[in-house]
């Protein structure tokens, strides 16, 4: 018996003798263990324990009710949905997901890698710090995680095991209220809105059926089609990074669903870091942000192609044509997630510190207009972006359009 057998939520001191007995192998220093919370996510509580000789872990647990939001709870089984998709995902995808020590059902905690020599990639977008290699890494990541977990790829009745074995209803409910819901009409009254750009909002996102019809067809999609183990959540603070490597983290919000989503929210977030160069006047960093965009898109798409051919395995995949069908489909899904996680985090319950942190009134309102208008676009047009430079040029032409409106 210990005292982990019973839930509950740890603090600092608690966390070093849980880690002494979950990680065991570190040969701990006990006498200079040392425990920190580092965490500010939206949901769960993050602690870093090291000792004098150099050992160190980060246990991360889940709380029954959101830090975002006290109100909302949800579902403790997240931390091991995020742990077992760490560890299938490091087999898909080796050296781009921190390795798990331990995860424990009981605490609803996971203890992992410490990846402190990177850096929170939103961190680092924040310094317009660039990355070489970013768009080649996550490539690397995305095409085999993505497309190894499809029925193309995958015995059936195994990829249905892992859909049944990753739904996650209550993370699910979370992503269609506040990224394919809340962001067209408030309808609880918790976006947030900044102010200079109330009536834009009400206007172009509260006011257009048109978008609304477009965006309800993409909540449909995003709630039945189950065609990849999704990480669900790949925005920059999802990722930990440095000049050599990238690490991608924190799929708790996975689950079976259209692959695109995330790919979009990678070319999303990096629009959002664009912002801010942009606001910044970062000219050298926002040109890496394009070829970020551009290319992210493209190697991607070829990465995912090639991986299509070596190892698709169901018959009717194989027929003439059919790949080209699937994989247009992940570049328009693409797209239109990038709209949609644009207009989410500009206006909805979770903004992006990209856009908030400018510290300019007029900057930032036009940053978020660029945004919009971009997001507009990315999903009513989803059909027609056919390659990176579609992509880029859908950032630069709303650029001109705002400034051309003042
Ligand atoms: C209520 S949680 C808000 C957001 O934080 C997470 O990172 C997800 O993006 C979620 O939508
Ligand atoms: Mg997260």
């Not at 608690?14 to 040969?27: G, L």
């Not at 990096?270 to 050298?284: K, L, P, R, S, V």
């Not at 898109?297 to 070829?302: A, K």
Request: glycine share 6%; aromatic share 10%.
């Amino acid at each position: 018996m210990s005292r982990f057998d019973t839930y509950f939520l740890m603090k600092e001191p608690d966390v070093i003798e849980y880690v002494r007995i979950k990680v065991p192998q570190m040969d701990w220093d006990a006498a200079t263990m040392n425990s920190r919370e580092i965490g500010d996510g939206n949901l769960n509580y993050v602690f870093k324990v090291t000792d004098a000789l150099g050992h160190s872990v980060i246990v991360k647990q889940a709380g029954e009710e959101l830090r975002i939001s006290r109100e909302m709870k949800i579902d403790t089984d997240r931390n091991r949905i995020e742990s077992e998709i760490l560890i299938l995902q490091g087999k898909l995808a080796p050296g781009y997901v921190p390795r798990i020590y331990d995860y424990d059902t009981t605490m609803c905690a996971c203890c992992m890698e410490d990846l402190s020599d990177h850096i929170l990639m939103r961190t680092a977008m924040l310094q317009h710090k660039i990355y070489p290699k970013f768009a080649e890494q996550i490539s690397d990541f995305m095409a085999p995680v993505l497309m190894g977990t499809t029925d193309v790829v995958m015995d059936h009745q195994e990829k249905k095991a892992l859909q049944r074995k990753f739904i996650s209803p209550q993370l699910c409910d979370i992503t269609e209220a506040l990224v394919y819901t809340e962001p067209y009409n408030d309808e609880l009254g918790r976006n947030n809105v900044f102010a200079p750009n109330a009536a834009f909002v009400k206007e172009k996102l509260y006011g257009d059926t048109a978008l609304h019809l477009e965006v309800a067809k993409l909540k449909m999609d995003f709630m039945t089609r189950a065609q990849s183990l999704i990480h669900g959540d790949l925005h920059t603070g999802s990722i930990f990074i440095n000049d050599a490597d990238t690490r991608v983290f924190d799929p708790e919000f996975a689950f079976y669903g259209p692959m695109g989503y995330d790919i979009g929210n990678v070319i999303a977030n990096m629009i959002f870091a664009w912002c801010n160069g942009d606001a910044y006047g970062e000219t050298e960093f926002c040109a890496w942000v394009e070829s970020v965009i551009r290319d992210v898109v493209n190697l991607t798409m070829e990465k995912m192609g090639k991986y299509y051919d070596e190892h698709v395995t169901d018959t009717m995949a194989k027929a003439p044509g059919y790949k080209e069908y699937y994989m247009a489909s992940i570049l328009s899904d693409t797209a239109a997630v990038t709209g949609l996680e644009l207009n989410r985090r500009t206006v909805g319950m979770a903004n992006v510190k990209d856009l908030t942190t400018i510290p300019d009134e007029a900057k930032r309102a036009r940053a978020e207009r660029i945004c919009m208008t971009a997001a507009i676009d990315f999903i009513k047009n989803r059909a027609d972006k056919h390659c990176g430079n579609c992509f880029l040029n859908t950032l630069k032409d709303a650029v001109k359009a705002v400034d051309a409106q003042g």
